[in-house]
Nanobody
Framework: QVQLVESGGGLVQAGQSLRLSCSAS????????MGWFRQAPGKEREFVATISWSSANTNYADSVKGRFTISRNNAKNTVYLQMNSLKPEDTAIYYC?????????????WGQGTQVTVSS
């Protein structure tokens, strides 16, 4: 059974940083495309970042480019989201997701989410 568990969320002030982690189990992590998404209150879930299985390719939403960095450690079955210069509009529940396809926009598995709150 595939399980994704996010951690690292919390309450920070604007301008500060957080690093989210997502640990995977029950699947061959090193072959998966991984992504981060977020959902703010009253809004639809939106794409944040994605990384290929080899880390060779990454992609970001325009709203986080230059501030967020996605990375992974296949030996630890973990994907990270380093979030710098946080803004109040980054407040959301952050979800990690995994997919078996090398290329695509859909994801097979999702974590339960971790709350990030940025105060002004």
């Amino acid at each position: 059974q595939v399980q994704l568990v996010e951690s690292g969320g919390g309450l920070v002030q604007a301008g500060q940083s957080l690093r989210l982690s997502c640990s995977a189990s029950g699947v061959s992590f090193s072959t998966l495309r991984m992504g981060w998404f977020r959902q703010a209150p009253g809004k639809e879930r939106e794409f944040v970042a994605t990384i290929s299985w080899s880390s060779a390719n990454t992609n970001y939403a325009d709203s986080v480019k230059g501030r967020f960095t996605i990375s992974r450690n296949n030996a630890k079955n973990t994907v990270y989201l380093q979030m710098n210069s946080l803004k109040p509009e980054d407040t959301a529940i952050y979800y990690c997701a995994a997919d078996r396809e090398v290329i695509g926009t859909s994801y097979d598995w999702w974590g339960q989410g971790t709350q990030v709150t940025v105060s002004s």
